[in-house]
T-cell receptor
Framework: EDQVTQSPEALRLQEGESSSLNCSYT??????LFWYRQDPGKGPEFLFT???AGEEKEKERLKATLTKKESFLHITAPKPEDSATYLC????????????FGSGTRLSIRP | KAGVTQTPRYLIKTRGQQVTLSCSPI?????VSWYQQTPGQGLQFLFE???????NKGNFPGRFSGRQFSNSRSEMNVSTLELGDSALYLC??????????????FGPGTRLTVL
């Protein structure tokens, strides 16, 4: 069964304290893996799409990487405005049930 | 360029009623997907429409239905509402079906409360 697991569920960091969020996935074949950011009461905001192992993408303080079994979202020197829930999702090959989302990591950055 | 818009933003209904939610995709986008988000189950895929045809469907009962119009706007309908249908309903659009390009852009959602 196709599955996505994110860890940790919640993470509290001090401003400037770098860390990583993990997304482990089990799929028969990966068409693509996505990272989204969601603020309370809003829809998810697209961050990255990764397609193959070894691929990396960066945007400001965020960097996403992909291996055959997991993806990491690295946050370098975070600021309070980076506080949000970060969602990982996978699109398996041949899955007619669409994109599968993880439960998210709630990130809180203290000033 | 305007983003994905959803109406209404908030809705309160009672059990047994029916509700219709609307989604207007980004201009030029022809694929619309619907998701249900709850604290317990997270984001769950409902269905996807492209060129007025349903392409994919998630594991939801037949009370949940949708359609897409020729201008790519989409509606979803939930009949015989249950308390468990209370959720944030999100619409996402993409240029072509998610099988071909995978970048979906989400709207702000419709918060449905069933009393």
């Amino acid at each position: 069964e196709d599955q996505v697991t994110q860890s940790p569920e919640a993470l509290r960091l001090q401003e400037g304290e770098s860390s990583s969020l993990n997304c482990s996935y089990t799929v028969s074949g990966l068409r693509g893996l996505f990272w989204y950011r969601q603020d309370p009461g809003k829809g998810p905001e697209f961050l990255f799409t990764l397609y193959s192992a070894g691929e990396e993408k960066e945007k400001e303080r965020l960097k996403a990487t992909l291996t055959k079994k997991e993806s990491f979202l690295h946050i370098t020197a975070p600021k309070p405005e980076d506080s949000a829930t970060y969602l990982c999702a996978v699109h398996p090959w041949g899955n007619l049930s669409g994109i599968i989302f993880g439960s998210g990591t709630r990130l809180s950055i203290r000033p | 360029k305007a983003g994905v818009t959803q109406t209404p933003r908030y809705l309160i209904k009672t059990r047994g009623q029916q509700v219709t939610l609307s989604c207007s995709p980004i201009s030029g986008h022809r694929s619309v997907s619907w998701y249900q988000q709850t604290p317990g189950q997270g984001l769950q895929f409902l269905f996807e429409y492209f060129s007025e045809t349903q392409r994919n469907k998630g594991n939801f009962p037949g009370r949940f239905s949708g359609r897409q119009f020729s201008n790519s706007r989409s509606e979803m309908n939930v009949s015989t509402l249950e308390l468990g249908d209370s959720a944030l309903y999100l619409c996402a659009s993409s240029l072509v079906p998610t099988g071909n390009t995978d970048t979906q852009y989400f709207g702000p959602g419709t918060r449905l409360t069933v009393l």
